[in-house]
């Protein structure tokens, strides 16, 4: 069900922000992180969630990518 919503939203957000999110993903980089989270609202701080999403930040999400004709690694 979360892999059938997150590949649902990745299409829907890639045709609506394609402009914007080819500034940061290059090819057929992933949209989302592999994993996921769900817990509901009564046993989870907004700060759990919080942590939890910083953590999923790899070096692969941190890349932010520059458009010169063609797509190149930003440089840091």
């Known amino acids: 069900l979360i892999n059938t919503l997150k590949s649902q ?8 922000y394609r402009e914007h999110i080819e500034k940061f993903l290059w090819g057929d980089a992933l949209f989302w992180s592999r994993s996921y989270f769900c817990a509901t609202t ?10 939890y999403i910083e953590s999923q ?13 063609r797509y190149s690694k930003a440089k840091r």
């Open 57 to 69: 930040r790899t070096d692969d999400h941190k890349r932010k990518y520059e458009r010169t004709g």
């Open 42 to 51: 009564g046993s989870v701080s907004l700060e759990t969630v919080k942590k």
């Open 9 to 16: 939203l990745s299409k829907e957000v890639r045709i609506k």
